[in-house]
């Protein structure tokens, strides 16, 4: 509550939680934006601008946080797609609202060291759900690709893959989002280096034309995938595999996502989990060294 | 969730303007709605909290309490089990004398010394109870428990009931039905007639009746009830048919003769069940008493004057206050002025976590408690405040067959200053009226806080290794 | 002109809400007096001492005494104001058992809280008066939750105690005393809008990590997590307990790449333990110690350990109205540490580039450097020069109403008593949980203030819900110069001509 007797203001200030991968855009200089998207928990907006990330998600505090996500501390804002909006000078402007953030999170936190052993153990619990594209040519070849590091195998099925299937977030984005993320992220933190520049390679092909060959949300999705960005709770699949955490709940948390997002974050982790174990040197637990 | 994986969920508790600063990060909070403790309480509240047995003691405690497997085995003479030696009666709460009680609490002595023979008119049995020559002692010093009144001479025929898990045994005399009754204060020739009654028929009958059953299950038959909508306190009337349903025909094959008036009584009067209700929920508290450092409450007692109660970590000490007077509904042309204060050691069933703590199940008795049914939810629901433990086996539809809250700790009464809600019968203030009503009680606030001074006394230094 | 005192029972709120409440009617029109406060010993002296006659009552009772144009307009206020608070914190209203909602009535003790909130809840955020905080942090503990005690006036055996209890329960105890902490970008307490980055705080001392971290975000350094402490626990008595147990917290955690232990020079012995610990780790750990080495120093030694450049920090030094006295500088503080800082800056002379004469950086180093850093606490930190510090955090200052940082009355009123030959120093701290707008009201007492200069130490970030540089211009524009370093601050102040 607030107790004053301040005079109103034209703007209703409100506050929220921000995810580092929209802080450039929130920190540049104000530009517009649209609404993409409404729906009960919030809403996508879309900015004008060249760069990805392009599309911030606007979030209730209680829903998925996106790694584009900026969460709502009060009740989610009521929108119609095609709204205008702005972006930037430090805030998120929406009609008479004017969001900020009021803490700030990172969407890649880095997983330390892991043991290829026990990445190894706890891989085998990976359970598959049902992704969306089981049996999809295209996902058979990215898996054999990954595994065997044969690149072009790999880059063939990721052309393939963008943009496939129904939805704000198709499948085949989200099978892609999820290996890329555990290429990068597990790859260094079991100092698989083939791993991190499979990762490299997969995130220049696959961003260079998303934004022609999927939805605005995917293309900023797939952009921050790019960079080891994820939402919560592919970071604590992750964080489990590497033996900090249980990895059952965190897995039942992850297929809770979406229609059959989470299960198709899961297809693409687990690809990117046994490619890193086949990149491992093997047997060496490197001693963590600091620079 | 580890510290430092995540943003976390935050627990906050006093300053609000904290807890917005966190509504304004978008944080999830679980906010207390903090009040300070009962006045005086703040120094011993930190010694009994600091001490290193409390933890595990209220542990035990409540796992004994809870565990309990209470089982009706037998109705006997008073004089049988218990060591009554003439001329002596039990009488409910904490000890008292002559001198300090009540009319409901004289009537029924008086009543007493006329069932037993002990005087042969009342102005006799007045005079021989005012000079000290009758022993009176409370029921809880003798592994038993009487309702309203509670007094209990040598020839009344209880209920046995054992605790198989833990060994113990409580008692509790018969119940006798409504209105005009002995443990009302009632005694005139219609309450000796049917005490009468019940000496030669009705006692060894169910005596019999019970030896042919063999031993019945009282928790099962109380967990039963609470989802047919009893709480075994002021409503025992599902619990008294299923008791019917099992003893019926053992009545009739013990006692043929006898069989139909039998049941016509026992099913005549809605709390029959009450009395065994109560003695299962003593032989349950009985086993959770005497663990050193336990802040658990083992006994709640009225005795018409005093409220009083003990404490596990504290031994056979009593912790008393005045008695208040119930808020509820009267019978006929009474009011509050012909009410006693409050009486009986019926709140062994709050002790145990059903009466008022399980009123959630029993929304029937709200609108005679004089309230409404979300009244009834939220007065369950705040004893999880100032409870241990959820019961096991007694659960409440209503909640999502959620345990009863069950096993009091007196450093919450302390610190939420909420009162344990106690469902009571009403007596007469004058001796020899009887029932006058029905309602809900609150006990004194300084027998719980002078438990804890004592705790605080006893409590272990966490320091002294 | 009329009054009304009265009594509601059985009603509770904090002191912060009902000193805000208080606030607001107080802004009402032709209010003359509005108390509205826990019917305490004092509070009840304090009506009979503003000509009320109050009704018998205790603590545990809400007491309003009004005295103005129209009082029963501001009980009207005062009726709304309240019962949006208990709508906000979703309590049950007036009936004691009230409505049941599919909750049911709220919680009343962290115990249930915690059962409540189930297997989400991480931290215990504990800000209830410090005699009663026991209960509710041993609630905590043995719910596996971590504890952070905001409130001061705990008894020592009780920080103790707890902290024993914590490492049974494997959970961590920051505090009593603890003001800030910030958990994966979370701030508790007092804390500033940090991005997030590579650096682990560990502080016994609350605005002095806010100090260091507010100058790293601005160097463009972000900070994962803030662990308080408590400003007790590298004492004798409790043997940094809390801090050994942070230290190996953010060991472990992955994304920790360097850890600063922010903390006045700790107890001897306790710092052959804590450097044990320290060696032990394979986390570096960069030490800031207050009275040894200036906060600005240790947050720029972290800089270079990370190989960041360290930037100028930003200041707007405005030349002084009328020389002062040299050397008078009266220190007006809201943080202890920061407070101590300044005292020893101001008391070494004019041309000294640091508080002491010990090496920088060393943790364990000479017992013999400068203790000025032990005045924090005492209330009266005064310095060797003709400078007077005051730390109005201090408890002694805050028995009995709010923190300086919430609570700008008595800075106010200092301000407006500093000699016109003296230099006035004050820190103004940002971030949550402070005054949302510390300008509003300390800017005019500063373009007031009779003092020679006024100088202004400002902690906090841009990202801060009061915004850095919005509070910079509105202390300028009142005359008075910015930096958001205290040490520069203070020598400023001391060597100002």
Same mark, same amino acid.
């Given at each position: 509550?607030?107790?004053?007797?301040?005079?109103?203001?034209?703007?209703?200030?409100?506050?929220?939680?921000?995810?580092?991968?929209?802080?450039?855009?929130l920190?540049?200089?104000?530009?517009?934006?649209?609404?993409?998207?409404a729906f009960?928990?919030?809403?996508?907006?879309?900015?004008?601008?060249?760069?990805?990330?392009?599309?911030?998600?606007?979030?209730?505090?209680?829903?998925?946080r996106?790694?584009?996500?900026?969460?709502?501390?009060?009740?989610?804002?009521?929108?119609?797609?095609?709204?205008?909006?702005?972006?930037?000078?430090g805030a998120?402007?929406?009609?008479?609202?004017?969001?900020?953030?009021?803490?700030?999170?990172?969407?890649?936190?880095?997983?330390?060291?892991?043991?290829?052993?026990?990445?190894?153990?706890?891989?085998?619990?990976?359970?598959?759900?049902?992704?969306?594209?089981?049996?999809?040519?295209?996902?058979?070849?990215?898996?054999?690709?990954?595994?065997?590091?044969?690149?072009?195998?790999?880059?063939?099925?990721?052309?393939?893959?963008?943009?496939?299937?129904?939805?704000?977030?198709?499948?085949?984005?989200?099978?892609?989002?999820?290996?890329?993320?555990?290429?990068?992220?597990?790859?260094?933190?079991?100092?698989?280096?083939?791993?991190?520049?499979?990762?490299?390679?997969?995130?220049?092909?696959?961003?260079?034309?998303?934004?022609?060959?999927t939805?605005?949300?995917?293309?900023?999705?797939?952009?921050?995938?790019?960079?080891?960005?994820?939402?919560?709770?592919?970071?604590?699949?992750?964080?489990?595999l590497?033996?900090?955490?249980?990895?059952?709940?965190?897995?039942?948390r992850?297929?809770?996502?979406?229609?059959?997002?989470?299960?198709?974050?899961?297809?693409?982790?687990?690809?990117?989990?046994?490619?890193?174990?086949?990149?491992?040197?093997?047997?060496?637990?490197?001693?963590?060294?600091?620079? | 969730?580890?510290?430092?994986?995540?943003?976390?969920?935050?627990v906050?508790?006093?300053?609000?303007?904290?807890?917005?600063?966190?509504?304004?990060?978008a944080?999830?909070?679980?906010?207390?709605?903090?009040?300070?403790?009962?006045?005086?309480?703040?120094?011993?509240?930190?010694?009994?909290?600091?001490?290193?047995r409390?933890?595990?003691?209220?542990?035990?405690?409540?796992?004994?309490?809870?565990?309990?497997?209470?089982?009706?085995?037998?109705?006997?003479?008073?004089?049988?089990?218990?060591?009554?030696?003439?001329?002596?009666?039990?009488?409910?709460?904490?000890p008292?004398?002559?001198?300090?009680?009540?009319?409901?609490?004289?009537?029924?002595?008086?009543?007493?010394?006329?069932?037993e023979?002990?005087?042969?008119?009342?102005?006799?049995?007045?005079?021989?109870?005012?000079?000290?020559?009758?022993?009176?002692?409370?029921?809880?010093?003798?592994?038993?428990?009487?309702?309203?009144?509670?007094?209990?001479?040598?020839?009344?025929?209880?209920?046995?009931?054992?605790?198989?898990?833990?060994?113990?045994?409580?008692?509790?005399?018969?119940?006798?039905?409504?209105?005009?009754?002995?443990?009302?204060?009632?005694?005139?020739?219609?309450?000796?007639?049917?005490l009468?009654?019940?000496?030669?028929v009705?006692?060894?009958?169910?005596?019999?009746?019970?030896?042919?059953?063999?031993?019945i299950?009282?928790?099962?038959?109380?967990?039963?009830?609470?989802?047919?909508?009893?709480?075994?306190?002021?409503?025992?009337?599902?619990?008294?048919?299923?008791?019917?349903?099992?003893?019926?025909?053992?009545?009739?094959?013990?006692?043929?003769?006898?069989?139909?008036?039998v049941?016509?009584?026992?099913?005549?009067?809605?709390?029959?069940?009450?009395?065994?209700?109560?003695?299962?929920?003593?032989?349950?508290?009985?086993?959770?008493?005497?663990?050193?450092?336990?802040?658990?409450?083992?006994?709640?007692?009225?005795?018409?004057?005093?409220?009083?109660?003990?404490v596990?970590?504290?031994?056979?000490?009593?912790?008393?206050?005045?008695?208040?007077?119930?808020?509820?509904?009267?019978?006929?042309?009474?009011?509050?002025a012909?009410?006693?204060?409050?009486?009986?050691?019926?709140?062994i069933?709050?002790?145990?976590?059903?009466?008022?703590?399980?009123?959630?199940?029993?929304?029937?008795?709200?609108?005679?408690?004089?309230?409404?049914?979300?009244?009834?939810v939220?007065?369950?629901?705040?004893m999880?405040e100032?409870?241990l433990?959820?019961?096991?086996?007694?659960?409440?539809?209503?909640?999502?067959?959620?345990?009863?809250?069950?096993?009091?700790?007196?450093?919450?009464?302390?610190?939420?200053?909420?009162?344990?809600?106690?469902?009571?019968?009403?007596?007469?203030?004058?001796?020899?009226?009887?029932?006058?009503?029905?309602?809900?009680?609150?006990?004194?606030?300084?027998?719980?806080?002078?438990?804890?001074?004592?705790?605080?006394?006893?409590?272990l230094?966490?320091?002294?290794? | 002109?009329?009054?009304?005192?009265?009594?509601?029972?059985?009603?509770?709120?904090?002191?912060?809400?009902?000193?805000?409440v208080s606030?607001?009617?107080?802004?009402?029109?032709?209010?003359?007096?509005?108390?509205?406060?826990?019917?305490?010993?004092?509070?009840?002296?304090?009506?009979r001492?503003?000509?009320?006659?109050?009704?018998?009552?205790?603590?545990?009772?809400?007491?309003?005494?009004?005295?103005?144009?129209?009082?029963?307009?501001?009980?009207?206020?005062?009726?709304?104001?309240?019962?949006?608070?208990?709508?906000?914190?979703?309590s049950?209203?007036?009936?004691?058992?009230?409505?049941?909602?599919?909750?049911?009535?709220?919680?009343?003790?962290?115990?249930?809280?915690?059962?409540?909130?189930?297997?989400?809840?991480?931290?215990?955020?504990?800000?209830?008066?410090?005699?009663?905080?026991?209960?509710?942090?041993?609630?905590?503990?043995?719910?596996?939750?971590?504890?952070?005690?905001f409130?001061d006036?705990?008894?020592?055996?009780?920080?103790?105690?707890?902290?024993?209890?914590?490492?049974e329960?494997?959970?961590?105890?920051?505090?009593?005393?603890?003001?800030?902490?910030?958990?994966?970008?979370?701030g508790?307490?007092?804390?500033?809008?940090?991005?997030?980055?590579?650096?682990?705080?560990?502080?016994?001392?609350?605005?002095?990590?806010?100090?260091?971290?507010?100058?790293?975000?601005?160097?463009?350094?972000?900070?994962r997590?803030?662990?308080?402490?408590?400003?007790?626990?590298?004492?004798?008595e409790?043997?940094?307990l809390?801090?050994?147990?942070?230290?190996?917290?953010?060991?472990?955690?992955?994304?920790?790449?360097?850890?600063?232990?922010?903390?006045?020079?700790?107890?001897?012995?306790?710092?052959?333990?804590?450097?044990?610990?320290?060696?032990?780790?394979?986390?570096?750990?960069?030490p800031?110690?207050?009275?040894?080495?200036?906060?600005?120093?240790?947050?720029?030694? %972290? &800089?270079?350990?990370?190989?960041? +450049?360290? @930037? *100028?920090?930003?200041?707007? #030094? !405005?030349? =002084? $109205?009328? /020389?002062?006295?040299p050397?008078?500088?009266?220190?007006?503080?809201?943080?202890?540490?920061?407070?101590?800082?300044?005292a020893?800056?101001?008391?070494?002379?004019?041309?000294?580039?640091?508080?002491?004469?010990?090496?920088?950086?060393?943790?364990?180093?000479?017992?013999?450097?400068?203790?000025?850093?032990?005045?924090?606490?005492?209330?009266?930190?005064?310095?060797?020069?003709?400078?007077e510090?005051?730390?109005?955090?201090?408890?002694?200052?805050?028995?009995?109403?709010?923190?300086?940082?919430?609570?700008?009355?008595?800075?106010?009123?200092?301000?407006?008593?500093?000699?016109?030959?003296?230099?006035?120093?004050?820190?103004? %701290? &940002?971030?949550?949980?402070?005054? +949302?707008? @510390? *300008?509003?009201?300390?800017? #005019? !007492?500063? =373009? $007031?203030? /009779?003092?020679?200069?006024?100088?202004?130490?400002?902690?906090?970030?841009?990202?801060?819900?009061?915004?850095?540089?919005?509070?910079?211009?509105?202390?300028?524009?009142?005359?008075?110069?910015?930096?958001?370093?205290?040490?520069?601050a203070?020598?400023?102040?001391?060597?100002?001509?």
């Open positions: 509550m607030t107790v004053g007797t301040r005079a109103r203001r034209p703007h209703v200030h409100a506050t929220g939680a921000a995810s580092t991968a929209v802080r450039p855009l920190d540049a200089p104000r530009r517009a934006a649209r609404v993409l998207a009960p928990a919030g809403a996508y907006l879309q900015v004008r601008t060249d760069r990805e990330p392009s599309v911030i998600a606007l979030l209730a505090s209680g829903a998925t996106l790694p584009n996500a900026v969460l709502l501390a009060g009740e989610p804002p009521r929108l119609t797609v095609g709204d205008d909006a702005s972006v930037g000078d998120v402007r929406l009609g008479r609202l004017s969001l900020r953030a009021s803490r700030w999170w990172d969407p890649a936190p880095p997983l330390g060291e892991a043991d290829p052993a026990a990445l190894r153990e706890a891989a085998a619990g990976l359970t598959a759900g049902e992704p969306a594209l089981a049996g999809e040519p295209a996902v058979e070849l990215l898996a054999s690709g990954c595994a065997s590091g044969r690149l072009l195998d790999v880059l063939t099925a990721a052309e393939r893959l963008v943009g496939l299937g129904p939805g704000l977030t198709p499948s085949g984005d989200d099978v892609l989002a999820g290996l890329m993320v555990t290429l990068r992220l597990l790859g260094a933190a079991t100092g698989a280096g083939r791993a991190v520049w499979l990762a490299d390679w997969l995130a220049a092909t696959v961003t260079y034309d998303a934004r022609t060959r939805t605005p949300l995917s293309a900023t999705l797939l952009h921050c995938a790019a960079l080891g960005q994820a939402s919560p709770e592919v970071a604590a699949v992750l964080r489990a590497t033996g900090r955490g249980p990895l059952e709940p965190a897995l039942r992850l297929h809770r996502l979406g229609h059959t997002s989470g299960s198709d974050l899961a297809q693409g982790i687990g690809i990117g989990a046994r490619s890193v174990l086949s990149f491992c040197p093997s047997g060496s637990f490197r001693s963590r060294e600091y620079a | 969730m580890t510290l430092l994986s995540g943003p976390p969920h935050v906050t508790a006093g300053v609000d303007l904290l807890r917005e600063a966190l509504d304004a990060q944080v999830p909070t679980t906010p207390v709605d903090w009040r300070p403790p009962l006045p005086g309480t703040a120094g011993a509240l930190a010694r009994v909290l600091a001490d290193p409390r933890r595990a003691a209220n542990e035990r405690a409540v796992h004994r309490l809870t565990s309990s497997r209470p089982l009706l085995v037998g109705v006997r003479r008073a004089s049988e089990l218990l060591d009554l030696p003439q001329p002596m009666f039990l009488h409910a709460g904490p008292l004398d002559w001198e300090r009680a009540s009319g409901p609490m004289r009537g029924a002595l008086i009543g007493a010394m006329l069932l023979g002990y005087a042969l008119a009342e102005e006799d049995a007045r005079a021989r109870l005012e000079s000290g020559a009758v022993r009176l002692e409370p029921c809880h010093h003798h592994r038993t428990v009487g309702p309203m009144a509670g007094v209990v001479s040598p020839s009344m025929w209880m209920f046995e009931v054992r605790d198989d898990v833990h060994e113990g045994v409580a008692y509790c005399s018969l119940n006798e039905g409504l209105g005009r009754v002995l443990r009302y204060g009632a005694y005139g020739p219609e309450v000796l007639d049917r009468g009654w019940m000496d030669r009705l006692g060894p009958v169910l005596s019999a009746a019970v030896e042919l059953a063999g031993p299950d009282l928790r099962a038959l109380a967990a039963q009830a609470l989802q047919m909508g009893d709480e075994l306190h002021n409503r025992n009337r599902a619990a008294t048919s299923l008791l019917l349903r099992e003893l019926a025909p053992y009545v009739v094959n013990a006692a043929p003769g006898h069989a139909a008036e049941l016509r009584f026992v099913g005549g009067n809605d709390h029959f069940f009450l009395n065994a209700a109560m003695a299962a929920a003593k032989v349950s508290a009985d086993a959770a008493r005497d663990v050193p450092g336990s802040s658990l409450v083992v006994a709640m007692a009225r005795n018409g004057t005093d409220f009083g109660v003990q596990s970590g504290l031994g056979d000490r009593w912790f008393t206050g005045p008695a208040g007077v119930p808020d509820g509904l009267y019978l006929g042309a009474y009011g509050p012909d009410a006693n204060p409050d009486i009986g050691d019926s709140t069933t709050e002790t145990a976590g059903l009466g008022g703590f399980a009123m959630a199940a029993a929304p029937a008795i709200v609108r005679f408690v004089g309230g409404e049914v979300a009244d009834a939220a007065a369950t629901r705040s999880y100032i409870t433990a959820e019961h096991p086996a007694y659960q409440i539809p209503a909640l999502g067959f959620r345990g009863t809250p069950v096993g009091i700790d007196v450093t919450l009464v302390a610190r939420t200053g909420l009162l344990p809600v106690v469902n009571t019968g009403i007596a007469g203030r004058v001796a020899g009226t009887g029932q006058v009503g029905a309602g809900l009680v609150s006990p004194p606030v300084e027998a719980f806080t002078s438990a804890l001074l004592a705790l605080a006394e006893s409590a230094d966490p320091f002294d290794q | 002109m009329s009054s009304a005192v009265v009594v509601r029972a059985g009603v509770y709120h904090d002191s912060v809400t009902l000193m805000r606030r607001a009617l107080s802004d009402l029109p032709g209010m003359d007096v509005a108390l509205v406060a826990m019917a305490t010993e004092l509070n009840l002296a304090m009506a001492d503003l000509g009320f006659d109050p009704p018998p009552a205790g603590p545990a009772d809400l007491l309003v005494a009004l005295r103005g144009q129209d009082v029963a307009a501001a009980e009207r206020e005062l009726d709304r104001l309240l019962s949006a608070l208990s709508s906000a914190r979703g049950s209203g007036s009936s004691s058992y009230g409505l049941a909602g599919a909750e049911g009535p709220p919680p009343r003790t962290t115990r249930s809280a915690a059962a409540r909130a189930g297997e989400d809840a991480g931290v215990a955020l504990i800000s209830v008066p410090g005699e009663h905080v026991l209960p509710e942090a041993v609630d905590a503990v043995e719910a596996g939750l971590d504890v952070m005690i409130s006036g705990v008894p020592v055996w009780q920080e103790v105690l707890l902290k024993r209890l914590a490492a329960h494997g959970v961590l105890v920051m505090g009593p005393d603890c003001g800030t902490a910030v958990i994966a970008g979370v508790l307490g007092f804390a500033n809008v940090l991005r997030p980055g590579p650096v682990g705080v560990v502080a016994a001392s609350g605005t002095g990590a806010q100090q260091v971290t507010s100058l790293l975000d601005l160097a463009g350094v972000g900070v997590h803030v662990l308080g402490v408590g400003g007790r626990d590298l004492s004798r409790v043997g940094g809390s801090a050994v147990r942070a230290l190996r917290l953010l060991d472990e955690d992955p994304a920790t790449e360097l850890i600063v232990l922010v903390s006045k020079p700790p107890d001897p012995e306790v710092a052959r333990a804590v450097q044990e610990v320290v060696e032990s780790l394979r986390t570096p750990v960069v800031a110690l207050t009275g040894r080495d200036d906060l600005t120093d240790a947050a720029e030694r %972290v &800089l270079r350990a990370l190989g960041t +450049p360290v @930037p *100028a920090w930003p200041s707007w #030094p !405005a030349p =002084a $109205r009328r /020389p002062p006295k050397g008078a500088v009266r220190g007006l503080y809201a943080g202890g540490t920061l407070c101590a800082e300044a020893a800056i101001a008391a070494s002379g004019p041309g000294a580039a640091s508080a002491s004469g010990a090496a920088p950086g060393s943790w364990s180093g000479s017992e013999s450097g400068s203790e000025a850093g032990a005045g924090t606490g005492s209330g009266e930190a005064s310095g060797r020069g003709s400078g510090f005051v730390d109005f955090g201090d408890d002694a200052y805050t028995r009995g109403r709010a923190h300086p940082l919430i609570d700008p009355a008595l800075r106010l009123d200092a301000l407006a008593r500093v000699g016109p030959g003296e230099v006035a120093l004050l820190d103004v %701290v &940002l971030g949550h949980g402070a005054d +949302p707008d @510390p *300008a509003a009201s300390l800017a #005019p !007492a500063v =373009a $007031r203030c /009779p003092a020679a200069a006024v100088v202004v130490a400002l902690v906090g970030t841009e990202g801060d819900p009061q915004g850095l540089h919005r509070q910079a211009a509105a202390f300028r524009e009142a005359g008075a110069s910015v930096f958001v370093s205290n040490a520069q203070a020598r400023y102040a001391r060597d100002l001509r």
